[in-house]
């Protein structure tokens, strides 16, 4: 019997081999049409409510209904981030490989938050977290075959909380909990602003957050002087130290926080120094590109997100520790319903004591998937591939001279804006955020923007994966014919 003629069961092979092929046909025509979507949804507030009706349906529908609500409702309101012409915040890479893996994870549908929920899936995880470390030469004492090892967490906002309360309760209980109201946190004013929730979460009192200022003198690196300095009148203070969070590659304009001092600052104040290369960890694959995490030996933990720049589908955030016990000793819950005789002989590692909730995807088939059907040098050609067609970006900026680059490119984002008439940066910032506004509102390209030492800038990342020169060129076209309009009006 077709599943057209039947209802659909809960489970069953066959309706699912067929609504399969289904699914696949539709996703696989998705990306063929991809490109004749606005990249960023024109819709307006509330619009789905308008066309979805108010309650769920008595009686079962067809997937060919649902399919075509998806086409007709969804789609339009989706921000299409697999579009060529996505150039917008940071990619967030979809791939065959990856897409593969995600099925697989969904098909075989696991909760495998300790070893004996299914061993594979936490041996597996152990070992492609090996394997994408030796890919970034991390050093050994981050690999599962000593006292550290890898685990996937959701997001780097997970991955930053979940150090921070380690870094937290491993002074607590050296120096009682009375100590929290001293606990200091490091970070420049480029970091992400998950270091914040993740204070917020973690106690850390407001005061006690050290939002270190940058400038373009580092292209808005962190200056190690400043924090060695801070770091004393803090000890003289009487406040504790507790944790540098430094990034490679910052959301704004991938600046690079200098590992090698930093860690050195660290180390003599006995600081755990966290690694946020969530972004530009996928770049340090490349030989020509590891130098800029040079001195992570030092570091104590260190993340990088797979979902943004290494075609594994999201989530995947690859986070590193040396200690893996000062993870358990934070995280660790130990009810009588999920005891076993593996995790109480301690032979095995049980995820759910390395992160805050307890159940847990089959997350590392999609990497393992991506790391197998792509290989070192296929990756290695892909993060290459758009860094070219960045600086090709770049090029272009430079050559005319109505725009500037605002900050050197080191990765696939390049920061650039229109320069004002006469320098008259009030209006130079207006000028800059009308031009996102109107190209933007064509549909045909999606940029986002940053503040840098006041001024208005456009963010333009290259990274998805179907983007190729001609859409680099196309885009700045779009670019600079807006830009013409405006100046014209001025």
Known sequence: MSFKDARLKPMDAEQLRECGHQMVDFIADYYKSIENFPVLSQVEPGYLRELIPDSAPEHPQSLQDVLD?????????????????????????????????????????????????????????????????????????????????GVIQGTASEAVLVVLLAARDKILRKLGKDSLAKLVVYFSDQAHSSIWKACQIAGIYPQNCRMLKTDSSTHYALCPDSLDEIISQDCAAGLIPTLLCATVGTTSST???????????????????????????????????????????????????????????????????????????????????????????????????????????????????????YGMEGLLSYIRNHIALA????????????????????????????????????????????????????GKIFISHTVLCDKYILRFAVGAPLTEERHIIAAWKILQEHAATLLSNL
């Not at 720049?309 to 993870?327: G, M, P």
């Not at 209006?427 to 996102?436: E, S, V, Y």
């Open 391 to 442: 600086k090709h970006f770049e090029e272009l900026v430079r050559q005319d001279s109505r725009f500037e680059v605002v900050t050197p490119r080191t990765f696939t984002l390049v920061c650039f804006r229109l320069l004002p008439p006469e320098n008259n940066e009030i209006c130079g910032n207006k000028l800059n955020r009308d031009l996102l506004e109107a190209v933007n509102s064509t």
């Open 69 to 149: 609500d998806v086409r007709g409702k969804i789609l339009p309101g989706v921000t299409h981030w697999q579009s060529p012409d996505y150039f917008a915040y940071f990619p967030s890479n979809s791939s065959t490989a990856g897409f593969l893996g995600e099925m697989l994870s969904a098909g075989i549908n696991i909760v495998g938050f300790s070893w004996i929920t299914s061993p594979a899936a936490t041996e597996l995880e152990m070992i492609v977290l090996d394997w994408l470390g030796k890919m970034l030469k991390l050093p050994e004492e981050f690999l599962s075959s000593g006292h550290g090892g």
């Open 255 to 373: 600046a690079v926080d200098p590992l090698l001092p930093l860690g050195k600052i660290t180390r003599r104040n006995e600081m755990w120094f966290h690694v946020d290369a969530a972004y530009a960890g996928s770049a340090c694959i490349c030989p020509e590109y590891r130098p800029y995490i040079d001195g992570i030996e030092d570091a104590d933990s260190f993340n990088m997100n797979a979902h943004k720049w290494l075609l594994t589908n999201f989530d995947c955030s690859a986070l590193w520790v040396k200690d893996r016990n000062s993870l358990i000793q934070s995280l660790s819950t130990d009810p009588e319903y999920l005891r076993n005789k593996a995790s109480e002989a301690r032979l095995v590692v049980d995820y759910k004591d390395w992160q805050i909730p307890l159940g847990r995807r089959f997350r590392s088939l999609k990497l393992w998937m991506v790391l197998r059907l």
